[in-house]
């Protein structure tokens, strides 16, 4: 029995020689655009480690709520996909991994209805920034490395 060849129902997209070649397949646009991204990527988390750096040093590397000096971490109030509040210091606070996370009587993600409550009587002026934030819609403030290298030596007392 003779096979036969089937046509494709897609053409095969034919390989570039070398990098250098004019962009038929869009080769150098997709590299720029890849490394573009990873820029992005990189700068994002660069800040995102200094907001938490910013955010825990501003506490004295002690938790707020236990007083604990071990494995302090920083919690957003107002979740990291905000944009506009992303990297503000008054939207963290630092907090220790029981408080933060793993302890089922108080966390801030686990028990969010006690954590606002504790918020509330704690840290009325932090509990007023918090409810002015929830109205903020996404993207109408968005800081970027320059604000936060600056808040960074202001925290630490060194002139910009």
């Given at each position: 029995?003779?096979?036969?060849?089937?046509?494709?129902?897609t053409p095969m997209a034919r390989k570039p020689?070398?990098?250098?070649?004019?962009?038929?397949?869009?080769?150098?646009?997709?590299?720029?655009?890849?490394?573009?991204?990873?820029?992005?990527?990189?700068?994002?988390?660069?800040?995102?480690?200094?907001?938490?750096?910013?955010v825990r040093t501003r506490d004295n590397y002690?938790?707020?709520?236990?007083?604990?000096?071990?494995?302090?971490?920083?919690?957003?109030?107002?979740?990291?996909?905000?944009?506009?509040?992303?990297?503000?210091?008054?939207?963290?606070?630092?907090?220790?991994?029981?408080?933060?996370?793993?302890?089922?009587?108080?966390?801030?993600?686990?028990?969010?209805?006690?954590?606002?409550?504790?918020?509330?009587?704690?840290?009325?002026?932090?509990?007023?920034?918090?409810?002015?934030?929830?109205?903020?819609?996404?993207?109408?403030?968005?800081?970027?490395?320059?604000?936060?290298?600056?808040?960074?030596?202001?925290?630490?007392?060194?002139?910009?």
């Amino acid at each position: 029995m003779k096979r036969t060849k089937l046509p494709r129902k897609t053409p095969m997209a034919r390989k570039p020689k070398d990098d250098d070649e004019p962009m038929k397949h869009g080769n150098r646009i997709a590299r720029q655009s890849r490394k573009r991204k990873l820029d992005y990527r990189k700068k994002v988390h660069r800040n995102d480690k200094l907001w938490s750096v910013m955010v825990r040093t501003r506490d004295n590397y002690t938790c707020r709520h236990c007083g604990s000096t071990e494995w302090i971490q920083a919690h957003h109030l107002r979740r990291r996909e905000f944009w506009a509040t992303r990297w503000q210091l008054m939207n963290g606070m630092a907090l220790c991994a029981r408080c933060h996370e793993f302890s089922n009587d108080f966390s801030a993600h686990g028990t969010p209805d006690k954590f606002e409550a504790w918020v509330r009587d704690s840290s009325p002026e932090l509990f007023a920034y918090w409810t002015n934030i929830r109205g903020i819609p996404d993207g109408t403030v968005r800081h970027d490395e320059e604000y936060v290298d600056k808040e960074y030596r202001r925290l630490i007392g060194e002139k910009p």
